[in-house]
Nanobody, 119 residues
Framework: QVLFVESGGGLVQPGGSLRLSCTVS????????MGWYRQAPGKQRELVARKAFRGSPDYADSVKGRFTISRDDVKNAVYLQMNSLKPEDTAVYYCNVEQTRWGIKSNYWGQGTQVTVSS
């Protein structure tokens, strides 16, 4: 079982910044991939950013240069620094852990945190 505690969402004006935090507990290993997805009303959930234990992070094209993902493997935490926010960034943001055990991939999700970008 994987448990999540997410925080950091809220209302911000266009051009502003927010930092999302997600702390994970339970059956998690450093080798797991941690990341953030988002879902806007009427749209499918999409990848925002993710970071494996090794290697460079992956970002959606729409957030490259504005968002930065980082992880703290001592705290089992993942963060998303969001700068230069746009109204189209408005969505529910979900923390994600992707595990591969014995060749089987599983995804675990946080409860989501609302980000609203509006003047």
């Amino acid at each position: 079982q994987v448990l999540f505690v997410e925080s950091g969402g809220g209302l911000v004006q266009p051009g502003g910044s927010l930092r999302l935090s997600c702390t994970v507990s339970g059956s998690i290993f450093t080798s797991d991939t941690m990341g953030w997805y988002r879902q806007a009303p009427g749209k499918q959930r999409e990848l925002v950013a993710r970071k494996a234990f090794r290697g460079s992070p992956d970002y959606a094209d729409s957030v490259k240069g504005r968002f930065t993902i980082s992880r703290d493997d001592v705290k089992n935490a993942v963060y998303l620094q969001m700068n230069s926010l746009k109204p189209e960034d408005t969505a529910v943001y979900y923390c994600n852990v992707e595990q591969t055990r014995w060749g089987i991939k599983s995804n675990y999700w946080g409860q989501g945190t609302q980000v609203t970008v509006s003047s």
